[in-house]
Structures are given as C-alpha cells and as structure tokens.
C-alpha cells in the first residue's frame, strides 16, 4: 500500500513531499494519515571530531525508539560499522558500494572505472539497501567507498550509481536515514543537500575545526541549503564548551557530547559506542530533541 501512495505520488512529481505538502490538500492529507517520513540527517565536520560517534549514537537511539533506521558510511575509511558494534573481522569482509564491479555494470551499462564512455545516468538503486546492507540492531548499514575522479570532475559509472543511491535514499524513502560524511558536501547533489532536514556539523573546542565549520557552511549555502548545526563534542567544562557557542555565533549549538573516556574505550576494544558510553546516548537524546523541536519548527513555518 505504502509503496502504491509513494508511486502515487511521485507520478505527480512530488519526489520529496514533506517540503511541498502546502502545495495541494489531497496530497497533504494523504502523507498525514499514511507516510511517516523519517529524519535524514547529514553529519560533517573535521576528521576526528567525533562524526561516527555522533552518527553511530543517533542511528542506535532512532532505531531504539522503533523507528527503520538506514545508516550510510560515506567515509574513504569507513568505521561506522565498528562503532555500531560489528565486529572488526566481518566489517572487513563488507564490500563497499563503489567497489561492486559486477552492479556497478549491471546497472549502469558501463564497467567500473571507465571514463567518457555512456551511461546511464540514472540507474535503478531502489533494491540495493535491501541487498547490499547488513544489518545490526534494526538498523541497516550501507558502506559506499570512494570514487577516484576522473579529470575535470567528470562523472564515472560508479559515480553515478553513488549519486543515485544517495539521492534515492534521502528523497524517496520513509526510514530515518543517517550519513556519517566527510567535511565535502559539496559530493551531494544539490537536489539531494536540499532533501536533507539538517546538516550536523561536529566541533571540537579547536579553532581547525570551526573553520572547518564555516567552510562546509558555505559549500552547504552554495548547494542551496541554510539548516546547518553545530554539535559540540570531547568539551571537558563549561568554558570549552562557551568557547564553542562564542566562535561560532551565526550557528545554532544543538548540544554537546562531552568528553567522556567510554566513548575511546568503545573504539579501543572495538564494542558500539551505544553500549559503552550511556552517558553520550543522554546527550545524544537532548541534542535530537533540540534538532527535532527545531526542525518541526522550520517545516510548519
Ligand atoms: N565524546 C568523546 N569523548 C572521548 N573520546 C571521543 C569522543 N568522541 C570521539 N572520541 C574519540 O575520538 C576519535 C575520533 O572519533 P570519531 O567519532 O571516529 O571521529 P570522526 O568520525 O569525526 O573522525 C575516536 O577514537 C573516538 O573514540
Ligand atoms: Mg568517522
């Protein structure tokens, strides 16, 4: 039934209805009584700030309130499995997306690889979190891998295929979905930047990483997005914590993940941050309170 109303609608050119649901009464009573359209949530910032933390902890506290949780690895190295509690010798054995020579052809018409040849531009990439995901906790895990670029930023058959997953996942489907990204957003499609409800970008109480910041602010604005957040995290005291909010005073701060030594412990040993650390899954329930009271906030608005 599900599936018929979201054919239904995107017949009628509604790809991502929860924006345009002013638009037309039929549609917008249809997604209320029927669609519950989960978060989708890009988290960026510097290496090392703490983004896997932040994503693995949110994907585990969404899925623990029963919601379908998809949870994206775009990172060259991923470790978002780990820190969702997979264990190092099975993380190893994933194939990430860009790497699956054999569907990259399938479904693009072109080997993996292989520059200035046609493709198609538009894969299908709805079965692939079905098939290519594993699983854990009630969320599904999909690793991505990289892309080499070719020259001039042209795009290739296992580009094109990450793009359309990506897009596929943030605008058409009804899961909570989380992407534990690098600081270049600029890779989103700006169809799909503008899909996604906000983008999370972790700090450190460091100068590098509020540049940072500020930079993937502006690839974000050029890419026609404004819901960029601040999450704060291994703050020791409420001066680092300041120090944050007072260097970074056109951002919203929705909250901080403190330092606490758990949450390195989760890491050394290999465990899930969710199970190691209760006290970061408290901050991670206040700061995704905050995200949704905000959020709820700009879609009635
Ligand atoms: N709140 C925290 N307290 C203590 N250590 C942390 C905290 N957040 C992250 N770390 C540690 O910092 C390192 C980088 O964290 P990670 O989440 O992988 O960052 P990123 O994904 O941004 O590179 C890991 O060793 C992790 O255990
Ligand atoms: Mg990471």
Do not use: W
Not at 97 to 110: P, V
Not at 273 to 297: N, S
């Amino acid at each position: 039934m599900r599936e018929k109303i979201l054919d239904f609608i995107s017949s009628i050119g509604y790809t991502r209805p929860r924006f345009a649901i002013n638009d037309s009464p039929i549609v917008k009573f249809i997604l209320l009584n029927t669609l519950q359209y989960g978060m989708k949530l890009a988290i960026t910032g510097k290496g090392g700030v703490g983004k896997t933390t932040l994503a693995s902890l949110l994907a585990r506290i969404y899925a623990s309130e029963g919601n379908k949780v998809i949870a994206i690895d775009a990172n060259p190295d991923a470790n978002l499995a780990t820190a969702l509690g997979i264990s190092a010798d099975e993380a190893q054995r994933i194939t990430p997306i860009a790497e699956l020579k054999d569907l990259i052809e399938e479904r693009t018409g072109a080997k993996s690889g292989s520059f200035g040849t046609f493709f198609k531009l538009n894969p299908k990439v709805d079965d692939i979190p079905e098939q290519f995901s594993i699983q854990k906790d009630g969320i599904k895990i999909l690793v991505m891998g990289t892309v080499k670029k070719g020259g001039g930023g042209c795009l290739c058959p296992e580009g094109a295929l990450l793009k359309s997953l990506v897009s596929h996942l943030v605008l058409s489907r009804s899961e909570v979905v989380i992407m534990d990204m690098d600081a270049g957003v600029e890779n989103l499609g700006r169809g799909t930047a503008k899909g996604v409800d906000a983008f999370i970008i972790v700090v450190e109480p460091g100068q590098r990483s509020f540049q940072t910041a500020r930079a993937i602010r502006d690839l974000a604005k050029d890419l026609g997005v404004r819901r960029c957040y601040i999450v704060g995290s291994k703050t020791r005291d409420n001066g680092e914590r300041q120090f944050i909010i007072n260097n970074l005073p056109d951002f919203e701060v929705l909250g901080f993940i403190n330092y606490h030594p758990e949450v390195g412990e989760a890491d050394r040993l290999g465990k899930s941050v969710f199970e190691t650390a209760p006290v970061a899954v408290a901050e991670v329930k206040d700061i995704k309170r905050k995200l949704e009271q905000i959020t709820a906030g700009k879609q009635r608005g």
